[in-house]
Structure formats: structure tokens, C-alpha cells
């Protein structure tokens, strides 16, 4: 049987950092985890066999995100980048179409065995994984690839607006943590998603 397989997600504007080989290494130690960087810096040396690079700037994901939405997205700083991240289902759909999971994620990361934590028994059994305990984690979270699980942001209040506030809301993170959790509290129990956040992978989060 084939493994689940796993694309993260890592949207970055601006110099290339000066981590980025470190970076790609660790990617390299991971050989059946694909990620898909958009970005809008050129890319100096090799890049591992998995590592897709597509150009992005910041005003196409802009628009890409307004045309999912339904609503006008204005980035005008950098961080609130990270308030469409749970978007990435539908903004990457295309290219994500192949996997069975998707996540979001950043690249100040230098990776470790991820297939270690993140086990196939876990993915089998779930529809999110996070890397943090009972918190959704901007560095790490998953989600099965399908059309319901893709559209978990929709739980957040008042979801469009907040998307189309040019405030960063930390909406990866506290935000969909908070009505997920009371999501799963209801009696009784739903049967989605199935979230598995029972242990610390990372660093702890004071949300």
C-alpha cells in the first residue's frame, strides 16, 4: 500500500535568506515529503529533486486569495502572508491536486525525520495533524486534501472579513485554533474532522 503523501506548502517574499541551504538540506533528509515554495527571489545553486519552485509575487497570491475568497485581498505587510495560509487548499489546489495531504508551513525550519512524527497510522486516522498540542501550528499543520477539509477556515467568524483586513490576525495559528476546539467540544462529538494534536513535535506556543 502506498504511503500518504505529503506536499508543504511554504509561501516567501523578499532576499533569499541566508538559511536556505539548511533549509534545503533538511528537505533533501526527507525524500517523500515534497515541497512547493512560491516565492519571488532566484534561487543560487542546486535545489533538492524535492523542492518545486514557482515564481509568486505578492500581488498575484493577493489575487489568487481574492478569487477563492470572493472578497478583495490587499497584502500590504508581509506577515499577514500567514492569515491565508489555511487558503493554501484552494489558492494551490492545481498543484496540490496529487497528495493526499497538504500542509502549511514556513522556511525558517530546519527539518528532522518528519515521517518519524508524523506517522502513516497517524495520517490514516486523521484529517489534521498539528505540531503543537491542542494549537494549530503555523510552522506544521496538515490537512487531508479534500474539498471539506480544505475549507476548515471557514469555522473562523466572520472569515472573509478578517481575510480582507490588512491587519495581521494570526488567523494560521490562535484564530482557528479557538473555533476548532469548540468545534470539537459540541455533544455529541463530531465525526470531523479528526484532529491529532496530542503531543508536542515543536517548540510550545503561548496560545
Known amino acids: 500500500m502506498a504511503r500518504p503523501s505529503i506536499a508543504i506548502v511554504v509561501a516567501y517574499f523578499g532576499a533569499s535568506p541566508f538559511w536556505l541551504p539548511a533549509f534545503f538540506r533538511s528537505c533533501r533528509e526527507n525524500p517523500d515529503v515534497q515541497w512547493l515554495l512560491y516565492t519571488d527571489f532566484e534561487v543560487a545553486g542546486s535545489v533538492p529533486p524535492n ?4 515564481h509568486l509575487d505578492v500581488p498575484e497570491l493577493a489575487s489568487r486569495a481574492s478569487d477563492v475568497l470572493g472578497t478583495r ?6 506577515y499577514k502572508v500567514c492569515d491565508l495560509k489555511p487558503v493554501y487548499g484552494l489558492i494551490f489546489a492545481d498543484a496540490l491536486r496529487p497528495f493526499d ?3 502549511y508551513s514556513d522556511i525558517d525550519i530546519v527539518w528532522g525525520d518528519i515521517r518519524r512524527f508524523v506517522t502513516d ?3 490514516e486516522a486523521s484529517d489534521i495533524v498539528s505540531s503543537r498540542y491542542r494549537k494549530l501550528a503555523g510552522p506544521l499543520t496538515l490537512f487531508r486534501n479534500t474539498p471539506q477539509t480544505n475549507r476548515t477556515f ?3 467568524p466572520n472569515v472573509t472579513e478578517a481575510m480582507a483586513s490588512s491587519a495581521h490576525l494570526y488567523l494560521d495559528e490562535i484564530e482557528l ?3 476548532l476546539r469548540d468545534h470539537l467540544a459540541k455533544d455529541p462529538p463530531p465525526s ?3 484532529v491529532s494534536w496530542q503531543k508536542e513535535m515543536t517548540m510550545s506556543a503561548a496560545y
Open 121 to 123: 497510522q497517524m495520517l
Open 192 to 194: 470531523w474532522p479528526r
Open 101 to 103: 495531504f497538504w500542509a
Open 73 to 78: 485581498i490587499v497584502i500590504r505587510r508581509l
Open 154 to 156: 471557514e469555522l473562523i
Open 177 to 179: 485554533t479557538r473555533p
Open 51 to 54: 523542492v518545486t519552485i514557482t
